[in-house]
């Protein structure tokens, strides 16, 4: 099996409906209506999506005179939703699949990734969502592997762990990297931290604290999976160890797969989805599970309403809440589906859908928009189109 296989079904659901209905009599339903292989345009419309509703913590009364003067001058508050719609906007100099796209000081970054072709992309471009535009940083090929590294940001800092390099080969060859970096955004350079103990591809970065975390992925020959859990500090610790020169084991990650994406919040990281056997399985995942550093220990939390991979960058934390969005589920194909969990309660419910299926893409807030951008139709179909929608 490959990434570039025809599919053979649809996935169930609002992305089936969406691929059905934009697709005409004998058009690929693959591709929107309004995109093509090569990331056109989208139709400049807005796109009415169901809303979540806003919920509001009251304030709690009290019969003290004092106390009950304090509550009526404390404020609710306010729990941020998901947008009821989205608009489109200016697209993307070049269409990406599978690549980077960090979030940093209001700015959506995009580099990396593939062509139509599996040929990386290079050069660096830069989404400002506030005045619609985009920036074109540089020409040249980024330092760190082009795709499938493990990525996570610390202030202007954005780190890469692993990855693959240069294009996919004949016999989906590609050679895998061990090579960690850091990119400053501020200043366009690069420096090469402590390499990982060996080359992974697929596998995930997180920041917790002052620490990265990268777990999970394949080796050399992009299929078997490793649950490898390697921690490296960011600053000084109480531990001669732990002093950011080497990457510290740490407990495994339980039922090893790849694309998975990850998320903290507080001082727990959190794993999401995945895929097992990449480029032979393809089995997508639902598995959720938690990580907390000082116990050194994971826990199985409650599964994802549906099974995906592919959307490292369109995981996100909303204060209590964890965000996932669109990705990759069965037979290569894209999803539009929106799923929340709540931390207190262990559990999911469905958000407002994007406004199109996409893997390998970008969604994530950046003040109070909701940016949705590049990834494919399709492994072999990369796309350029952008939307927005406000958060409530």
Not at 64 to 84: D, M, R, Y
Not at 133 to 154: L, M
Not at 156 to 182: C, E, H, I, M
Request: with cysteine; hydrophobic share 35%; glycine share 12%.
């Amino acid at each position: 099996m490959t990434e570039a296989l025809e599919c053979r079904r649809l996935l169930s659901g609002s992305a089936t409906s969406r691929l059905l209905d934009d697709a005409g009599a004998g058009e690929n339903p693959l591709l929107r209506a309004d995109e093509s292989s090569s990331g056109g345009e989208p139709a400049a419309s807005t796109a009415t999506i169901a809303a979540t509703p806003q919920t509001h913590t009251p304030a709690i009364a009290s019969a003290a005179p004092v106390a009950s003067t304090l509550s009526k001058k404390a404020k609710s508050k306010h729990v941020v939703s998901l947008p009821k719609s989205f608009t489109a906007m200016k697209s993307a100099p070049v269409a990406r699949f599978e690549g980077y796209y960090p979030t940093v000081g209001g700015r959506v970054f995009a580099m990396g990734g593939f062509d139509q072709n599996y040929v990386p992309v290079p050069g660096v471009d830069v989404y400002d969502p506030k005045h619609n535009t985009w920036k074109h940083i540089t020409s040249a090929h980024i330092k760190a592997p082009e795709t499938h590294a493990g990525v996570a940001v610390d202030g202007k800092y954005v780190y890469f762990a692993g990855g693959y390099v240069g294009p996919l080969g004949d016999g989906r060859t590609q050679p895998v990297s061990k090579n960690v970096w850091q990119y400053d955004t501020k200043r366009n350079k690069w420096k090469k931290l402590a390499p990982l103990p060996t080359g992974r591809g697929g596998g995930t970065l997180v920041k917790v604290g002052r620490e990265l975390h990268f777990f999970g992925g394949c080796g050399i020959d992009r299929v078997t999976n490793y649950g490898d859990h390697w921690m490296l500090s960011l600053g000084k610790t109480s531990s001669s160890k732990d002093d950011g020169r080497r990457w510290i084991k740490k407990a495994s990650l339980p039922a090893a797969r790849d694309h998975l994406s990850s998320v903290a919040v507080g001082n727990t990281l959190y794993a999401v989805g995945g895929e097992f056997g990449h480029d032979v399985r393809h089995q997508q995942s639902n598995l959720f599970q938690s990580f907390d550093p000082a116990t050194n220990k994971w826990t199985k939390l409650a599964s994802l309403p549906h099974a995906r991979s592919h959307n490292e960058f369109a995981v996100f934390a909303m204060g209590n809440r964890i965000v996932v969005a669109g990705g990759q589920g069965d037979d290569y194909m894209p999803t539009d589906a929106v799923d929340e969990y709540e931390i207190a309660t262990n559990s999911w419910s469905n958000g407002t859908p994007l406004p199109a299926p996409r893997q390998g893409h970008v969604v994530h807030p950046v003040g109070d928009k909701l940016v949705v951008s590049l990834g494919g139709t399709f492994t072999s179909a990369p796309q350029r189109a952008t939307w927005t929608g406000t958060l409530g």
